[in-house]
Nanobody, 124 residues
Framework: QVQLVESGGGLVQAGGSLRLSCVASGRTFSDYTMGWFRQAPGKEREFVAAIGWNVGSVYYADSLKGRFTISRDNARNTVYLQMNSLKPEDTAVYYC?????????????????WGQGAQVTVSS
């Protein structure tokens, strides 16, 4: 099993960009489907994006397509989330997640390993 550590969160003005990184420990990172979720205060954790071990398989929440991009570098055991044109409603804690045998790419129960989260705050 891998362990996940997110970084790259912070405070940004509306319209700005941030890139989150998630570094995984372990030698079998390339076997894992990786996902990003987010949770705003008082709300459920929601799916943002996911990428399969085969980098050709990417998935996005419909509402975020075109602004967010997920990618991975298996040589660096890292998955990224590039976030552009950020809006105040993107403010949330962003979580990286991993699973070896994905059954539901866009649901929290589809993943068995989570990072500690990275705070993203977008000011208006």
């Amino acid at each position: 099993q891998v362990q996940l550590v997110e970084s790259g969160g912070g405070l940004v003005q509306a319209g700005g960009s941030l890139r989150l990184s998630c570094v995984a420990s372990g030698r079998t990172f390339s076997d894992y489907t990786m996902g990003w979720f987010r949770q705003a205060p008082g709300k459920e954790r929601e799916f943002v994006a996911a990428i399969g071990w085969n980098v050709g398989s990417v998935y996005y929440a419909d509402s975020l397509k075109g602004r967010f991009t997920i990618s991975r570098d298996n040589a660096r055991n890292t998955v990224y989330l590039q976030m552009n044109s950020l809006k105040p409603e993107d403010t949330a804690v962003y979580y990286c997640a991993a699973v070896r045998s994905i059954v539901g790419v866009a649901i929290t129960s589809g993943y068995d390993t989570w990072g500690q989260g990275a705070q993203v705050t977008v000011s208006s």
